[in-house]
């Protein structure tokens, strides 16, 4: 269970466009103490209204599940130019969370492959055509909080960073628990990507892979 590796001084920074992390978390029933102290989400959750909400209720679920104080995104984790970039950052809401990601002490993210999720699809997040085929041509075979990366883990650094609004890969790494949850042969590629370049130091999948 989750709960067995999280306790009531963790802050823990959530991915929440993870279909798997969304369905562990909906099937956790909650405890009758403090679990955490913090839920902190790593990227922006706006987007579409039906993917909106789904990034929102993993978040705020959670932080209920755990007894802890929850801290949102309320921006796109993908804009349109670094200006909106900016505008959002220096907004109160998005940068307290923002600022809350120099606690964090665990991570819980799903590990996402390339390219992207039906649920960061549908978020009104998703890439252009041409810049999946770059990331593709560059070797990308997963992603978590939207950082790229190849199959033996290395980071990516495409164009698109300059328009993400999600907490970066050096920060993620420096987290000292990382949990990844994420299943099924076709994230085969993704998960051992991630494995390799010590995104995660912990997984949580299924028995085929």
């Known amino acids: 269970y989750l709960e067995t590796t999280i306790d009531a001084d963790d802050y823990v920074g959530i991915s929440s466009w993870s279909t798997t992390l969304l369905q562990t978390v909906e099937a956790m029933r909650s405890r009758p103490r403090k679990i955490a102290n913090e839920v902190i989400q790593l990227i922006g ?13 993993l978040v705020s679920h959670l932080a209920e599940l755990t007894s802890a104080k929850p801290y949102y995104m309320g921006c796109p984790g993908l804009v349109a130019n670094p200006q909106i970039r900016e505008a959002f950052l220096g907004d109160p809401a998005v940068k307290a969370s923002i600022e809350a990601w120099d606690r964090l002490t665990t991570l819980l ?101």
Not at 45 to 57: F, K, L, W
Not at 128 to 157: H, Q, W, Y
């Open 109 to 209: 993210v799903g590990v996402g492959t390339f390219p992207a999720s039906p649920l960061w699809q549908a978020s009104g997040n998703a890439l252009s055509r041409t810049e999946e085929k770059e990331l593709s041509r560059a070797g990308a075979v997963g992603e978590i909080c939207l950082r790229f990366f190849d199959i033996n883990g290395l980071p990516m650094k495409p164009a698109i960073e300059e328009r993400m609004i999600s907490i970066e890969a050096e920060a993620m790494m420096a987290v000292p628990r990382r949990i990844g949850v994420a299943g099924g042969m076709r994230k085969l590629d993704a998960i051992r990507g991630a494995v390799a370049g010590g995104w995660i130091n912990v997984l949580i999948t299924d028995a085929d892979v």
């Open 45 to 57: 959750g706006v987007g579409s209204p039906q993917a909106q909400i789904q990034a929102t209720r």
